[in-house]
């Protein structure tokens, strides 16, 4: 008998609580949640069935001053979860960094209200926390990618260089050993980095989704996307309107170049089973790219990252990356 969506919500979020964050009943928990969106609901119910000694506060219903003072009884290791239709806000106040600064985890599930309910099923399956998968994949990418002087994306007919190695690879796989904070954003499964020199990424590619104005995916039929010395140089001719448009309006303030080379880990997120908010569609498994001058993540000559405004997500047709001649993606799948 398959299970509910909320059944299998319970069971993966227990196993991120256990395997991921390594969270036990020695500390307390903090849900915090709304009650705007069906997802929400479900995400936030099943967090209260696998933590049923956690303190629940509705976010609609409670004071900034009632939040902070349950925060307040916090020690560190303890846990906050957040479960939203949106993003809460409590004026200026940035609830994450605060409760990283008091050495508490977070788990954040951020903009579910994007996600229509015919990808529901998807968000819940992409919540699965496969450790070895995660773990293996992620630091195997990690490992190729810290020591490559040269990635090949074969694109359609098309082929995108980035030459002169890259800065050490970023994980999101779950895995906090040794690092300051503990938690962040599901669902995860990431692997990122950027050229080291961002001049030296030229080619052509071709891309079939994107972000739009809204944060949402946009889909198309493929179009090429031409780079010169890291910057958007031209289209194919049927790159829609929408797309140039949000180039044309980067272009206006920043150069539009390529930073982020992301390397989607999540098996239950693809193409065909998407999910409409981009910040979660991003960990599908598959390549994507941002575009603009923001990415906090690495440093740059020239560009201040309080100036940097456009990180913009386009997920590019890939039939295989080669990193230093060798054959890490193809098909659809990591080959390491």
């Not at 003072?69 to 960094?97: C, G, H, K, W, Y």
């Not at 690879?169 to 503990?182: K, P, R």
């Not at 990122?192 to 020199?197: H, L, P, V």
């Not at 030229?202 to 989704?209: E, K, L, P, R, V």
């Amino acid at each position: 008998m398959s299970l509910t969506l909320t059944e299998r919500a319970v069971r993966n979020v227990s196993d991120i609580l256990t395997s991921a964050l390594q969270h036990d009943a020695s500390h307390k928990a903090v849900i915090i949640y709304d009650a705007q969106w069906g997802l929400t609901q479900i995400v936030a119910d099943a967090y209260k069935a696998a933590l049923p000694s956690a303190t629940t506060i509705d976010f609609d219903t409670s004071s900034k001053e009632e939040i902070l003072a349950v925060f307040e009884t916090l020690s560190p290791q303890d846990l906050v979860v957040m479960v939203q239709s949106t993003n809460f806000r409590l004026n200026d106040f940035r609830i994450r960094l605060h409760l990283f600064a008091k050495k508490i985890k977070v788990i954040e599930h951020a903009r579910l209200g994007r996600n229509t309910e015919a990808t529901w099923g998807t968000y819940i399956d992409a919540l699965a926390y496969d450790k070895t998968w995660y773990r293996e994949t992620g630091q195997g990418l990690k490992h190729i990618l810290d020591s490559a002087e040269e990635l090949r994306y074969e694109s359609c007919n098309a082929t995108l260089s980035v030459s002169g190695g890259l800065e050490p690879a970023s994980l999101n796989i779950g895995d906090y050993t040794g690092m300051e904070n503990v938690g962040g954003a599901f669902p995860i499964g990431e692997v990122f980095t950027e050229a080291r020199s961002l001049e030296l990424i030229n080619g052509s590619f071709y891309i079939d989704i994107f972000a739009d104005t809204n944060f949402e995916i946009e889909k198309h039929e493929p179009f090429r996307v031409d780079i010169a010395h890291g910057q958007i140089a031209g289209f194919g001719e049927n790159a829609p309107q929408a797309f140039k448009d949000i180039i044309e309006k980067v272009r206006l303030e920043e150069r539009p170049i390529i930073r982020e080379l992301g390397f989607g880990l999540n098996r239950a997120i693809t193409r065909e089973r998407f999910l409409n908010d981009i910040t979660a569609f991003e960990r599908n498994l598959g390549m994507h790219f941002s575009i603009g001058e923001k990415h906090s993540i690495y440093k740059k000559p020239g560009i201040k990252a309080y100036k940097a405004r456009y990180h913009i997500d386009v997920f590019p047709v890939i039939d295989r990356v080669i990193a230093d001649g060798v054959v890490i993606f193809e098909h659809g799948q990591y080959v390491l």
